[in-house]
């Protein structure tokens, strides 16, 4: 297990009292505008959740600025969209396309978690991927805060570019290429699988 899921005694604490928000389906998202950068974070039709969203079905999740998000045991058939300053944390949950972050706080994707598109963190905090599913691409791009990815099985690529909060890479299986660029300072870990590993990830 990974040594930077201390963060995993917080959310423990965050969640340790019922929040409001989620416990019940509130109805589509406010903010519905196009947020800048690579990823398409314009919903169609979203439940916002700041608290915690249980074992239910919905069509996509929108976690709004500032909110804080724990989805459990949760089928999501669309995308999760996590916005700035935003909170994530899924555990036993399915995805049917991306988890989408941009300029968010912290996302957390742990074990017993599937997800059939990408997960997608740019320009954000600390990010926390441990023994989890993904069908297609990770993107970890531009983030300020540490960024781990422990256990991981990706069908597609996994892209770890340009971080400056440390990067761990641990005993992770990637389809096509593990590729890491200019993050500072370089990744570290070891027992990473892919079909081609290239720049700073050639050694980890």
């Given amino acids: ?35 800048p950068g690579d990823l398409d974070m314009t919903p169609t039709t979203a439940e916002a959740c ?15 600025s500032d909110a804080t998000c724990l989805l459990d045991g949760t089928v999501v058939q669309g995308n999760v969209f996590v916005r700035s300053n935003a909170r994530l944390v899924t555990r036993d949950v399915r995805v049917g396309g991306n988890i989408q972050a941009e300029n968010s706080r912290l996302v957390q994707v742990l074990s017993g978690t599937r997800v059939g598109g990408n997960i997608q963190v740019n320009q954000g905090g600390a990010t926390t991927i441990d023994r989890v599913v993904v069908d ?4 970890l791009e531009q983030n300020a ?13 996994m892209q770890v570019n340009q971080n400056s909060g440390g990067v761990f890479l641990n005993d992770n299986r990637v389809a096509e290429n593990l590729q890491c660029q200019a993050n500072e300072p370089a990744p570290v870990g070891s027992g990473n699988v892919a079909g081609d590993k290239e720049d700073q990830c050639v050694h980890v």
């Fill in 1 to 35: 297990m990974l040594a930077p899921l201390r963060a995993l005694a917080f959310c423990s604490a965050l969640f340790a009292a019922p929040l409001a928000g989620c416990d019940a389906l509130t109805g589509s998202s406010g903010d519905a505008s196009a947020l």
């Fill in 50 to 64: 700041d608290g915690r969203l249980g074992e239910a079905t919905v069509e996509n999740v929108n976690v709004p």
């Fill in 136 to 139: 297609g691409d990770i993107q």
């Fill in 145 to 157: 805060g540490r960024q781990d990815v422990e256990g991981a099985r990706v069908g597609g690529n």
